[in-house]
């Protein structure tokens, strides 16, 4: 766990950060840039997340999205489904917000240096999934094959579409999405996420697999990846799921005696497998 930005190390106090610029992407996901004041530096790892406070109105805990490399601002994707990311939407450009952190276990980037990596991101999950992916490609010679496979609900429900228009064109990067029910314009696969290991062939002696995304997804690629045969202590999961004060405090995340917000969000196959309600 890291407290990079905060000015007086407190993991408690919230430091200032500007909202530089934000953009809606979908109808309910909307991405902001955010700096931090005085100069500093999230010093976040993928995987990671930090709270966000509203004054007046509360904090959330939202995934980083941007890669370590950038490190003079960073992305929060951000869904509006509450009192505090209804007012994050609605803030103007300039706004002044609380943010503490990064807090949170991380995707080790060093450990899977020369292995291949295959990413599986459902909805949501392409927002931590994607600052692992971008680090990836901007260091691409120190891995072996990216292979992505990227699943929404619907076609409208797609995040970061120049993106994965971008991945899908490179030949260094297998990009493979799919959509639970398609509209007129679609012309990509149809299903859930599982029907995409057929496209791909996986040498489960060299890879890590990378997963995130809703809960229900979770028993059924890992059901995929099982198959396969990707060693449990080299498929990595992201649980983040009811965490609230991001420091262990409240008790919101807890499963039996893990603490999602600090054993966690990312956590090896091998350590939760067969922690009840972890993956069920």
Not at 57 to 79: C, K
Not at 104 to 109: K, L
């Amino acid at each position: 766990m890291g407290c990079a930005c905060q000015q007086s190390n407190s993991i408690y106090a919230p430091g200032l950060a500007t909202i530089v610029t934000s953009e809606q992407m979908t109808e309910t996901e909307r991405v902001f840039e955010i700096k931090l004041k005085e100069g500093m530096h999230l010093g976040h790892r993928p995987g990671q997340f930090v709270q966000v406070s509203i004054f007046g109105i509360g904090e959330a805990p939202i995934s980083v999205s941007s890669p370590p490399t950038r490190d003079e601002s960073f992305e929060l994707v951000v869904r509006k489904v509450g009192n505090v990311t209804r007012a994050l939407h609605a803030l103007p450009d300039g706004s002044t917000i609380g943010i503490r952190g990064p807090f949170g276990t991380t995707f080790d980037i060093d450990d899977a240096k020369g292995k291949d990596i295959l990413f599986v991101a459902g909805g949501l999950g392409l927002v931590p999934a994607r600052s692992y992916i971008k680090h990836v490609l901007a260091n691409r010679g120190e891995y072996s094959r990216v292979i992505v496979l990227s699943g929404t609900k619907s076609p409208a429900e797609r995040l970061f579409t120049d993106e994965l228009a971008e991945w899908a064109a490179r030949d260094d990067v297998e990009l493979h999405e799919t959509v639970d029910r398609a509209d007129d314009q679609w012309t990509g696969n149809v299903g859930v996420i599982t029907m995409l290991f057929s496209k791909v062939k996986v040498d489960a002696a060299n890879t890590v697999a990378v997963i995130v995304g809703p809960p229900i997804m979770y028993k059924f690629v890992i059901m995929e990846t099982e198959k396969i045969g990707i060693p449990r202590d080299r498929v990595l999961l992201s649980l983040e799921r009811r965490m609230k004060c991001g420091v262990g405090k409240c008790g919101h995340c807890q499963i039996n005696n893990v603490y999602v917000c600090q054993d966690g969000p990312v956590f090896k196959l091998s350590q939760v497998f067969e922690l009840r309600e972890a993956i069920q």
